[in-house]
Structure formats: structure tokens, C-alpha cells
């Protein structure tokens, strides 16, 4: 066998300058998948989650789907604790061991352009407002939820409290909390 000629290469040029240590770099940028995020094993829809963040914080909830958008779709009912149909994301959830059956509920009603809402107008003139009217009182006109939404609900609340025996309905209308010595990584929901 002949030996084949090895080709010295020419040494890569030394650069001018080198890169400061405070030179911007682009941060990698991790994209979402289309089709939303991966469900735990737990979250079955009927399991009964409590809810972490938000304004309905240790509200107990019933999970119904997941939404195309990844977020999940839950519901107090609002008849029973208060807690309406909305989107969650699965991040600030726990879920326990309790399930309701939801399968015959419908909601498909519920969609992520449901929860959509119009951005305000935002007036730029601020000399638009005289002082006396910046500050007089309120005319207390009460928002008002569009009756799509107080039928959906309404419809939403029907199928689902029909599910619910009373013990099921006392469970979900209590609030979750710890207490000082609770270890909540010890505990089974």
C-alpha cells in the first residue's frame, strides 16, 4: 500500500482584534410547539385541581380540556364556588385524586377566541379631561358580561353540577391552604 502524501496546511491567520468580553450575544430562543404542551399523567379531564396563582387562588376546580393554545380549560362550577369557566396554565395547577365524570359535558362552546377580549380604546389626548371631570364621581355603570357568555356559563354550570353529589360539591367549595408545619411534598391530594 502506498502511503498518500499529507498536505501541510497554512496556519489560519491570528484575528486583529479580539471579541470584548461585554459583546452582546443572541440569546437562544426556545419556540413553543404547535400543538400546545404535553399533559401530566394526572391531569385527566373530570380530575379536580386547586389552583395556585391568580385571583381564584386555593379555589378548587374541575379541568374539562385542553385548549388548541396549550392552557387548560377549568370551571368551578361558578354556581357552586364562584370560579368561572377559564383558561389555566397546567404549570400552576396541582392535581388530586378526585375525578368527575365530564364526559357528556359539552364545550365546545368554549374555544380560545372565547376568552379573547377587545383592547380598550385608549384615548391619547390627555388634555381631553378637564380637571372637574378627571375627578368627579364615578357614573357607576356596572360592566356587563355578554349573554353569550352568561349562557355558556349557565349551560357549562348545568352539566357539570348535575355530575357532582353533594359531598363533591362541599369538597370543591372549600379553599385550599397550608399551615404552618404542612409539608405539602409529603402530602397526597
Known amino acids: ?11 489560519a491567520a491570528a484575528a486583529k482584534f479580539y471579541p470584548a468580553e461585554d459583546a452582546p450575544k443572541p440569546l437562544h430562543k426556545k419556540k413553543a410547539k404547535a400543538g400546545g404542551q404535553k399533559l401530566r399523567a394526572s391531569l385527566v379531564p373530570g380530575a379536580v385541581l386547586i389552583l395556585l396563582v391568580g385571583r381564584f387562588k386555593g379555589k378548587r376546580v374541575v379541568f374539562l380540556k385542553q385548549l388548541p393554545s396549550g392552557l387548560l380549560l377549568v370551571t368551578g362550577p361558578y354556581a357552586i364556588n364562584g370560579v368561572p369557566a377559564r383558561r389555566v396554565n397546567a404549570a400552576y395547577v396541582i392535581a388530586t385524586s378526585t ?8 364545550t365546545s362552546a368554549f374555544t380560545d377566541a372565547f376568552f379573547k ?16 371631570e378627571f375627578f368627579a364621581a364615578p ?3 356596572a360592566k356587563v358580561l355578554p349573554a353569550a357568555y352568561v349562557a355558556a356559563q349557565a349551560a357549562l354550570d348545568a352539566a357539570v353540577g348535575a355530575k357532582l ?25
Open 1 to 11: 500500500m502506498a502511503a498518500k502524501a499529507v498536505k501541510a496546511e497554512a496556519p
Open 99 to 106: 375525578v368527575v365524570d365530564v364526559a357528556a359535558v359539552d
Open 117 to 132: 377580549t377587545k383592547p380598550a380604546k385608549v384615548h391619547h389626548n390627555k388634555s381631553a379631561k378637564s380637571e372637574e
Open 139 to 141: 357614573t357607576g355603570e
Open 165 to 189: 353529589s353533594e359531598e363533591q360539591k362541599g369538597y370543591l367549595n372549600t379553599r385550599f391552604s397550608l399551615r404552618g408545619g404542612d409539608k405539602p411534598h409529603t402530602m397526597s391530594f
